[in-house]
């Protein structure tokens, strides 16, 4: 199931090589800043409007033939409920979902009468690949916790695909994930969503199309882990400080290029003699003014209501959008305000307590926000919750429906796949079986919403990946090939052979 790069021999490369360097010093030495109507060069790599895709995706969706799952209790993610009905998938893509459905000929038809089907499950906040397991010091990638503001690091650098949690997690149905770096900084850096299927390098399992995120934190964290090496931020409000220091920056480094972007047209069209120089290209300020631009979505881990209304105030100060509070504990304190943003707020089932600013947290949060109208997600940031994330989302559900918060069961599914795909910038591809988006469908053994449920089939745009009862469909991690130790049962009780591994988690939480 591996995808293959495109090789280029070395000598050709070489000679690329020498013709780039060749024709660089030809306009160099050709171009003095005098002449009229010549830009000063400004060199490959130096000017972030050239390639705002350094490390393009190389994913190809794997082969797939037209298939049809029959007489199923379909959630949509619409918030609609089909009984009986049918998803036929062709060409990698949702073709047709409904009663009454032609079956096109030669379609390979499954018999899903009994079963549900739902959208594939999203998991918006992951860290599979950058906590990798096993669960050693040469594994843990996912925190560059050297300075309160990373964002020149980027997830994906961190990933290793070998990761076997990439798939347990696929035994859960998962089919989408964001992962991000950790939450020691006030900037942690660039998120990053993946496909699940396996790949030999992190750029064949990379969403096409899919916009960054840009990690942030409040709180406990960064005051933590730099306030203990007896620098800022040590306080809260030094965490504000960090925040507002750095949009600052970040909006003075945009006014610079603008700056020179209208210098340059001016001289292009005659209105100098000199032509401008460029500013100096900040890794750091190129993904800070990607979020001022609009292109990276702000995915900011938050406990506390308090500071979620604060970074809502930064935001508006500085002119950005926050995509998703990630945990949000207390997000039912401020419901209203989230709605009216229109931020989406990622948490858990029952997850609560384990420290200070989590300890208002109660399983009734996700209810809530639902019945506030706020985008409502049910994430992991666990290597194992992943593996049954519908099941949180039950607990959560149970959770509101002892409080009186009546939730359909086809609205609920939607914090798994239709909210976090919106909240991660993909709902126009994938969250939803709707004709035209991603064939990325499961087929459950019963209602996902129960604790027996199983993930019978997984399909990642109209390919089966995964199969619980066909050994030749289930994916193996190479770092696991060879291995012999006990079995692991993984989340479906399957997996005979498979070594057991310690499992890791996000190390400040």
Known sequence: ???????????????????????????????????????????????????????????????????????????????????????????GKIAAVGKDIAVPAGAKVIDAHGKYVTPGIIDAHSHLGVYATPSVWANSDGNEATDPNTAQVWAEHSVWPQDPGFIRALEGGITTLEILPGSANLFGGRAVILKNVPGRTVQDKKFPGAPYGLKMACGENPKRVYGSKGRTPATRMGNVFGYRKAWIDAQEYRRKWDDYRRKLADYKAGKGDKAPDAPKRDLQMDTLAGVLDGSILVQNHCYRADEMAQMIDISHEFGFHIAMFHHGSEAYKIADILKKEDICVATWGEWWGFKMEAYDGIEENAALLQKAGV??????????????????????????????IQIDEAEAIKWVTANPAKSIGVLDKTGTLEAGKMGDVVLWSADPFSVYATADQVFIDGALVYDRHDPAAQPKSDFELGQTGPAHPGPQGVGPGRPVLTTSTEQPQ
Do not use: W
């Open 1 to 91: 199931m591996k995808r293959h790069h495109r090789v280029v021999p070395l000598v050709a490369a070489l000679a690329l090589l020498g013709a780039c360097a060749s024709s660089a010093h030809q306009d160099t030495s050709s171009a003095p800043a005098s002449d009229k109507g010549k830009d000063k060069p400004v060199y490959a790599g130096l000017d972030p409007a050239d390639d705002k895709n350094p490390f393009p995706s190389t994913y190809h969706p794997l082969p797939s033939v037209a298939t049809a799952l029959v007489g199923a209790t379909i959630f949509t993610g619409t918030g609609a409920r089909i009984d009986g009905g049918t998803v036929v998938l062709l060409d």
């Open 375 to 404: 985008c409502t997600v049910i994430h992991s940031d666990d290597d194992i919750l992943t593996q049954h994330l519908v099941q949180e989302a039950t607990i959560a559900l149970a959770a509101g429906r002892r409080m009186g």
